[in-house]
């Protein structure tokens, strides 16, 4: 019965206003100690254990308060002790008339939790002037929303100088690419990115380097993509060219994967395994190869179909240390020279490792092995070559780093490739940056010799990728 | 083929054995470890929080990694800072392919909603003008005010994922707010003497906390939002602060040292790093002794 004279009275205060509830030790029905219900708090309260404050802290030197803060205090204090008296009715055996009253006990603290954010609303004192200038308009409309999709450019300009086969373009600045991106939500769990690219050839070339719709969550740990992708072999192949930490490109992939990489339409499905403490990740996709193989470099097969397979580990060593390994797999069939149609494969295996050793440095080292398989009378054909490089971001605006390549060329071209070259990247701002490469690189067919690059990476607007 | 049947087998218990058991904890992966403390604050014991970056990190520039996605993948909720400043969040949620916490699902909670936002750009932005962000100064959790609004978000989203527990989220809720409002009530004491004075921060990070406490923005370390300074930039600036008489220099203790280090040798004002988040000095463990440090840093500089 003192529950409903409680939750009546409260009502009351409710009803006439707050200042009644400065007195409201003075009011009857709430005797201090009567089981279950709250004694509704005065002007002095004692805070929960758990969150006392540290003795002679700035927060303990509280003054006198504004009488509004005051109140909005009390309110509270009111709040959680009743809240403390529907845990403990919950906690109760019985129910019906407890139910009840517990139900209006919620009722009330609705009310007051109403009260206090009508009050919190209220200036406490009258601000200074000068320090609080109003917010500006939103962007866009009323409520400052558009429905413009996220578009973002990047530029990517390169000066090359050095041996005359091994720097294209050498002694000017080349535009390389232009890159669009078109990204956006278009329902709930599907999104598409569109990444357009103007590339500098022999020619300017308008083309779509990735387009792909992504629906997420399809089942737990489930994704899938469809459209023209970056084939997920390896860890280096899917990402764009203006997020490596260098400038020109590992040679083992220019020579089996291919100059612009490896690029396919087509679909694949991206499952988490619902792991603790480890990240199993298993891809599959079916495509059509679309990059193309040029001058005997890169994967001349699969342009009526492939598929790939990748298997991609990841284990936390401490919050600063993580280390990845990867397996990849992709294969179809080409026609190759003097044998025909064959089956053409693509084998690989990464390992990554970063560490993250203080405020804005990271350290990552990644190696990437890969043998290009070709099926030739009485065997396969195997050509191996791989890359190892190592960055160190040494705070937000520096970083640096060296590469060390070596790779023969795929079936039936003869020949090796080795090199190695040092990087030194400068970060203007977040999209824009300034890079210096030097390469030394040796290879009867490529080239051999010295080589400066100088890098200019610029952009605007959001652009993301996939986890990478 | 003996040999592919002894490495599936062992494939499949490894994966038995880190397959993530049954939790009667709500599991909640905060994107810092700000948030985090907030989440365990209003939770309590019913949440197992966990959090992506920590803090001594510079939340602009954040490397999501594959162990990020196990753990947003075994989340029940998320909880992200909002305001274009986590885009990065963006990558692991997609990754992790988790329905539960996607956007627009009852467990994803974006801390930043119904926070009045601070220096909300206007016309036309691009990178000339810094690293500005779109929806406004998204450094908000140095307010303690805006801290009540996200563990009031965090409350709502730990209803909806877990409805068991509004007793006891709102009961936390209050009692953290509650102190809240107490310890601001110190906090403002403590600088109430020093209310219109002129600071420089190293990034635009502490407008929220200079509004809060009445002290007022005279510049920035960074010539512009997420740019390197210039010795040309802080001689300029250190001539201004010595005309103006502005005696302090508010810097991250993540935030390189040199240039605000110069700009004090520079212009004789007194350099306070103070810590970049929850936990990120020892003894900062919450946000109240994180924001008394803070507090009792400028007071006693300025």
Not at chain 1, 227 to 247: A, D, E, M, Q, S
Not at chain 2, 40 to 56: L, P
Not at chain 2, 152 to 174: F, S, W
Not at chain 2, 185 to 206: F, I
Request: aromatic share 8%.
């Amino acid at each position: 019965m003192n529950r409903i004279r409680y939750v009546t009275f409260l009502a009351g205060i409710l009803a006439a206003g707050l200042p009644a509830f400065a007195h409201a030790e003075e009011a009857p029905g709430a005797p201090a100690g009567t089981p279950g219900v709250p004694a509704v708090p005065a002007t002095t309260t004692e805070k929960p254990e758990s969150i006392k404050s540290p003795a002679g802290s700035a927060e303990a030197a509280a003054p006198a308060q504004d009488p509004r803060d005051r109140q909005i205090e009390e309110l509270r204090q009111a709040i959680i002790s009743l809240q403390k008296a529907v845990l403990a009715g919950q906690a109760q055996p019985g129910k019906d008339a407890r139910d009840l009253q517990i139900e209006e006990l919620k009722k009330v603290i609705e009310q007051l939790q109403s009260r206090v954010e009508e009050l919190e609303k209220r200036p406490a004192t009258p601000p200074p002037a000068d320090t609080t200038p109003p917010p500006a308009p939103g962007p866009a409309g009323a409520g400052g929303a558009t429905f413009i999709p996220n578009i973002s450019a990047v530029g990517n300009i390169v000066f090359g100088a050095g041996d005359a086969r091994r720097v294209g373009n050498r002694g000017r600045f080349n535009f390389d690419e232009f890159e669009i991106a078109f990204q956006d939500a278009v329902a709930p769990k599907l999104r598409y990115d569109v990444f357009l690219s103007a590339e500098k050839g022999e020619e300017w070339k308008l083309g779509m380097e990735e387009g792909f719709l992504t629906a997420t969550a399809l089942y737990p740990g489930l994704n899938a993509r469809v459209g023209r992708i970056r084939v997920p072999f390896g860890k280096f192949n899917p990402l764009h060219t203006h997020v490596w930490p260098f400038i020109t490109q590992p040679s083992a992939e220019t020579a089996l994967l291919g100059p612009d990489g490896l690029i396919s339409d087509g679909a694949l499905l991206e499952y988490t395994l619902p792991t603790k403490g480890f990240f199993v990740r298993g891809e599959l996709g079916g495509w059509q190869t679309s990059s193309e193989a040029e001058d005997g470099l890169g994967f001349a097969a699969g342009e009526l179909g492939a598929y790939s397979g990748r298997l991609w580990l990841g284990k936390e060593m401490g919050r600063d240390h993580e280390l990845e390994l990867g397996f990849s797999r992709y294969q179809g069939r080409g026609t190759v020279a003097d044998i025909g149609r064959r089956r053409v494969a693509l084998n690989g295996v990464d390992l990554t490792y970063r560490a993250y050793p203080g405020p804005g440095r990271t350290f990552k080292a990644s190696a990437e092995l890969i043998d290009h398989q070709t099926d030739v009378p009485g065997g396969d054909a195997h050509r191996l070559g791989g890359f190892v490089y190592v960055v160190y971001r040494m705070n937000q605006f520096w970083e640096t780093g060296a590469r060390a390549d070596y790779t023969k060329f795929a079936y039936p071209v003869d020949g090796y490739d080795w090199g190695g070259s040092l990087f030194l990247t400068k970060y203007l701002t977040e999209q824009t940056s300034l890079r210096l490469e030097y390469q030394y690189a040796n290879s009867p067919l490529l080239g051999s010799g010295n080589g400066i690059y100088f890098q200019i990476l610029f952009g605007s607007g959001p652009h993301t990728h996939n986890l990478q | 083929m003996k040999t592919l049947k002894i490495i599936a087998c062992a494939v499949l218990a490894l994966l038995a054995a880190g397959a993530a058991p049954a939790s009667a904890k709500v599991n909640v992966v905060a994107a810092n470890q700000d948030l985090a403390w907030v989440a365990t604050a209003v939770g309590g014991d019913r949440v197992s929080v966990d959090y992506i970056a920590k803090s001594g990190q510079d939340p602009h520039h954040v490397d999501p990694r594959p162990s990020q996605v196990v753990r947003l993948a075994n989340a029940d909720m998320v909880i992200r800072i909002g305001m274009d400043l986590d885009i990065w969040f963006d990558s692991l949620i997609r990754a992790a392919a988790n329905g539960k916490i996607v956007a627009g699902s009852r467990g994803y909670v974006d801390a930043s909603q119904g926070i009045s936002p601070l220096e909300l750009p206007t016309g036309k932005l691009d990178p000339s003008k810094g690293d500005i962000h779109i929806y406004g100064n998204p450094h908000y959790l140095f307010a303690p005010s805006n801290v009540r609004i996200v563990a009031k978000n965090i409350a709502e989203g730990l209803k909806r994922v877990d409805r068991g527990g509004a007793a006891t989220y709102d009961a936390n809720l209050n009692a953290l707010v509650a102190r809240l409002t107490q310890s601001t009530q110190g906090w403002k004491a403590k600088l109430a003497s020093d209310r219109g004075k002129n600071v420089v921060t190293y990034h635009k990070s502490l407008v929220y906390f200079l509004n809060e406490f009445g002290l007022k923005e005279f510049g920035n370390v960074e010539p512009k939002p997420g740019l390197e300074p210039s010795p040309g930039h802080v001689a300029s600036l250190a001539n201004d602060m010595k005309q103006a008489g502005v005696k302090v220099i508010i810097a991250e203790d993540f935030r390189q040292r040199r240039f605000s280090d110069l700009l004090a040798r520079s212009s004789g004002a007194q350099l306070v790093i103070i810590p970049g988040g929850i936990g990120a000095e020892k003894g900062t463990d919450d946000y109240f002794s994180f924001m008394n440090a803070i507090v009792d840093r400028v007071a006693a500089a300025l």
